[in-house]
């Protein structure tokens, strides 16, 4: 009998907690008004779940844990329903300030598809299929 991995969650180590939510709420992910606590876990479309951690609350499981000096390698991406809503939450993002890092663009593998990067230097990126 093998093991069997019942669900899956994505934690995201943040500096700013207040501030990365927010950037997430943004997003329109149903980020809680209110938070309690360091760690607030949502639920993502599709059953899995967004984690956040505060540095404070992974040094203290991780004795000698320091954060990192840049971006990880992990990037979370986003799908949407059109093209038209990449462009669009491209620039809501961007207009509150946060950095676009790929302007949104027509790619050869048929989707409109564009990134963003969140509070911690996490790269996101938002597709749709286009036509």
Avoid: K
């Amino acid at each position: 009998m093998g093991i069997s991995i019942t669900s899956t969650v994505i934690e995201s180590v943040t500096s700013d907690l207040a501030r990365s939510l927010s950037f997430y709420r943004l997003l329109g992910l149903a980020v809680p008004d209110d938070p309690d606590g360091p760690h607030v876990e949502i639920e993502l479309p599709g059953g899995n779940r967004l984690a956040f951690d505060t540095e404070e609350v992974i040094a203290g499981m991780h004795p000698g844990w320091t954060p990192p000096t840049s971006a990880g390698r992990v990037a979370l991406a986003f799908g949407l329903r059109s093209a038209a809503e990449v462009d669009e939450l491209f620039a809501r993002v961007t207009q509150a300030g946060y950095p676009g890092t790929l302007d949104p663009f027509d790619a050869p593998w048929g989707q409109r598809y564009a990134s963003v990067t969140d509070p911690d230097g996490t790269t996101v990126d938002l597709f749709a299929a286009l036509g």
